[in-house]
């Protein structure tokens, strides 16, 4: 069974078609690259699967369970959502904001703890962290909480939308290597918003070229480079300029 199937979906907003006609596919333990220009649909696309935005047509399934308005809440809980900065609650601590979720849903702050210091390892947040309200942690230090936060509940499939985005390269590059190692370790199928190739490639199996709500292309880095299918694909790639390139 796979982890996410995504079938013939369609979406217009103030009817501008937003999404048209997609099918998406990602297996168990699968990490895969959404890629493209802004506006072309890839976030649309992880709202649908958590069940925030319903399609015009065409089906969703996380696993076995179709999202619908009424699945969507236990959806909800079998994925973990990442988002630039973090989107921490900032009247809460870093710990408070990971466990929050678990807390509603009825655990005890003291049964998370070893589950905090777990995931705090794992996301390299050193403990101290923990009791600072967001303001006092810098970006990278938030998008760290962000995927401790996204994991506590151990979902089977994890979203994350721009999660570097905002960071300064120093940063994001550490902590690509630290979500590459995460998610190595853990195993789960991971499907993830990027505007840069060269992440897509550091991080994901394979990478999917979106335009106007349309994938283009699936394949690996070296797929798209070797037999673009579309002009746009090739533009993309070429848009992706080195340090070498930009000296010459």
Same mark, same amino acid.
Do not use: W
């Given at each position: ?90 009247? #809460?601590?870093? *710990?408070?904001?990971?466990? +929050? ?5 009825? &655990?005890?702050? =003291?049964? /998370? !703890? %070893? ?43 994890? #979203?994350?939308? *721009?999660?570097?985005?905002? +960071? ?5 590059? &550490?902590?690509? =290597?630290? /979500? !590459? %190692? ?58 992706? &300029? ?7």
């Amino acid at each position: 069974m796979e982890a996410l199937s995504i079938d013939r979906v369609s979406k217009s907003f103030d009817a501008r078609a937003v999404i048209r006609d997609t099918t998406l596919r990602l297996a168990r333990g699968e990490r895969l690259a959404l890629i493209g220009p802004s506006g072309c649909g890839k976030s649309t696309l992880l709202r649908m699967v958590l069940g925030l935005v319903a399609p015009d047509a065409g089906t969703v399934r996380v696993g076995d369970v179709e999202v619908t308005p009424q699945s969507a809440i236990a959806v909800r809980r079998r994925v973990g959502y990442v988002i630039q900065d973090g989107g921490l609650f900032p009247h #809460l601590t870093a *710990e408070e904001n990971v466990t +929050l979720v678990a807390r509603l849903g009825g &655990r005890s702050a =003291e049964s /998370l !703890r %070893d589950r905090v210091r777990e995931l705090a390892e794992l996301a390299r947040l050193p403990e101290r962290l923990l009791a600072r309200f967001p303001r006092a942690l810098s970006g990278g230090e938030r998008q760290r909480v962000g995927l401790m936060r996204a994991l506590v509940l151990d979902p089977e499939l994890l #979203l994350l939308d *721009e999660p570097l985005g905002a +960071l300064d390269p120093i940063v994001r590059a &550490r902590l690509q =290597e630290d /979500l !590459r %190692d995460a998610f190595r370790a853990l195993d789960k199928s991971v499907l993830f918003v990027t505007h840069d190739m060269a992440e897509a490639a550091y991080l994901a199996d394979s990478v999917a070229v979106m335009r106007e709500g349309v994938v283009l292309q699936r394949g690996t880095v070296k797929d798209l480079v070797d037999a673009p299918a579309d002009p746009f694909v090739s533009d993309l790639l070429g848009a992706q &300029r080195t340090l070498a390139e930009a000296l010459r």
